[in-house]
């Protein structure tokens, strides 16, 4: 048996052999280091952002541990019931110019990956948590995406402009999911910024109603198995399901908004861009029942397909995004963990100063397959570690018997869940006549951590 000091350490070594297998990488050279050193402050606003928000009730909402803020929200109620809602996005560009050393690193792994013991950033922390990084009581360039939604949940008007914010509080998903939902008390940093709870329950009615219209236009409601390791020490003591909530939809909903906002930005300034596309599937199913539907939700994913990048020049009949039930969709939100939003940025700024287009169509063409080809390789990293932690998690119980769901019957396999612990394994014995969503009892009798 392994020593289960070492845990984190056998992972963060299996991370950096994937991520090499997998073409990406997991470390930042020479060159982006020493260019990285001459950044020594986060950017200050020149004479083209002529706007202050700073003034607005901002705040960030992510996960606990999060310390890569890509962006913040904010509201107003207007007349006749309209909703202005307001989403600024981190200026990463500003310090991440086209063509620099550092650029080269994130338009190589376009994504930062986040593995069950290291994330590795697709920019440097001293960027992507530090300067770049929408952070609480910090003066920060950002892109905002303001948007005006009627009483009955249709967009009236919107615009994507520059402009200098200030963070008012750092909340996390869960701390907010709680008091929304009445199950805890307000986070004291709400209660410490006069008129933000206010603002939060405004954000959350029109958050609720987007998702709402979206459903009607037959926007799919899927929820799938996520788990992350927690560790005591460097030992994993469990693995912790992630389930969205009231604030995670929250954020969600803005941010659908906030990048059908920009494609139309876009569009109506006649320049190209990468879209994000799910494509409509051939067949699909829904489940009643709570325990068999994570499942059920996976085969209707695997129907959909994964989603991919696209360029597009400007006025192209998109497809759009199936699953979301949204016709215009980019990724424009998170420039610090993901390069299509970086690229998205750069064309809505020399969109806004009327500047040319960055990119030209055929390089946008081969950056959008780069970028489908390389999220799919950072997926499956993230898998291969996840695996690997539940194996070594589950390492002292070989023998024990599980309740458990099966997830997945073909030839070349058939695949159970364990109802107890949030890990799946193949069925090496006794799968005839398995299908998916049955219910059986299984017995660990194998694993394989280093695979």
């Known amino acids: 048996m392994m020593d289960e000091s070492r845990h984190r350490a056998i992972l963060q070594s299996i991370a950096h052999r994937v991520m090499l297998e997998r073409g990406l990488l997991p470390d930042f050279s020479p060159e982006v280091l020493a260019e990285l050193d001459g950044i020594t402050g986060p950017a200050v606003p020149d004479g083209a952002v002529d706007r202050d928000l700073r003034s607005l009730l901002w705040c960030s909402i992510d996960n606990d541990d999060s310390m890569d803020l890509d962006q913040l929200t904010a509201a107003e109620a207007m007349k006749d019931g309209a909703t202005r809602i307001l989403v600024a996005v981190a200026d990463v560009d500003v310090l991440v110019p086209l063509g620099s050393a550092i650029d080269e690193h994130a338009r190589t792994n376009t994504t930062s990956v986040y593995t ?14 530090n300067l770049t990084s929408l952070n609480q009581d910090q003066d920060r360039l950002a892109t905002i995406i303001d948007m005006v939604v009627a009483a009955g949940c249709t967009l009236q008007e919107s615009d994507v402009y520059q402009a200098v914010v200030r963070s008012h509080a750092k909340l996390t998903y869960s701390g907010v999911a709680a008091w929304l939902e009445e199950t805890g008390p307000m986070p004291e940093a709400i209660a410490a910024v006069p008129g933000l709870a206010e603002n939060l329950l405004l954000q959350d009615k029109i958050a609720q109603r987007l998702k709402g219209r979206r459903h009607a236009l037959g926007a799919l409601s899927l929820q799938t198995i996520e788990a992350r390791p927690l560790f005591e020490g460097d030992r994993i003591s469990s693995l912790q399901l992630e389930e969205k909530n009231r604030a995670t939809e929250l954020i969600e909903d803005f941010m659908i908004a906030a990048n059908g906002a920009t494609v139309r930005f876009l569009n109506a300034h006649r320049f190209p861009m990468v879209r994000r596309v799910v494509h409509t599937p051939k067949t699909g199913e829904r489940a009643a029942d709570p325990v068999t539907f994570p499942d059920l939700s996976l085969t209707i994913i695997k129907l959909l397909g994964p989603g991919e990048y696209a360029a597009e020049l400007p006025g192209a009949n998109a497809e759009g995004h199936f699953g979301l039930a949204v016709r215009d969709y980019t990724h424009s939100t998170a420039p610090n963990r993901r390069y299509p939003d ?15 287009v960055p990119y030209d169509i055929d390089e946008l063409t081969g950056l959008a397959r780069h970028c ?46 364990l109802l107890t612990v949030p890990v799946e394994g193949r069925v090496v014995q006794g799968f005839q006549g398995l299908d998916v969503g049955q219910r059986t009892r299984v017995q660990l009798v194998q694993l394989e951590p280093f695979k």
Request: aromatic share 4%.
């Open 342 to 356: 970086l690229i998205t940025q750069r064309l809505a700024k020399a969109a806004i100063a009327k500047k040319p």
């Open 372 to 417: 489908t080809e390389q999220e799919d390789a950072a997926n499956k990293v993230e898998r291969q570690v996840g695996k690997s932690a539940a194996a070594l998690l589950l390492e002292s119980r070989i023998g024990e018997q599980f309740d458990a769901i099966v997830t997945g019957a073909a030839d070349k396999g058939t695949w159970a869940r």
């Open 116 to 129: 069950a013991a290291e994330k590795f950033p697709m920019l440097p922390d001293k960027l992507s948590t």
